[in-house]
């Protein structure tokens, strides 16, 4: 398995656990009941970053 393979599912778990707490974190805490368009947003952007391990290999 390569290392951004495994980067990926723990990023994917990441997105998941935040999905449960309702608190996602960028440069400061999203919270879903107050902020919903932020927490959405940085959730969309956590889960393609973490997609996007799955399709780039690294050199290393």
Known sequence: ???TTFLG???L???ILDLFTGT???HRAF???EEP???W???GLWLLV???CFYWIGGF
Do not use: D, E, K, N
């Open 1 to 3: 398995m390569h290392w």
């Open 9 to 11: 599912f723990l990023l």
């Open 13 to 15: 778990g990441w997105v």
């Open 24 to 26: 996602v974190w960028l």
């Open 31 to 33: 919270r879903r009941s």
């Open 37 to 39: 368009v932020g927490y």
């Open 41 to 43: 947003l940085i959730m």
């Open 50 to 52: 973490a997609l996007s």
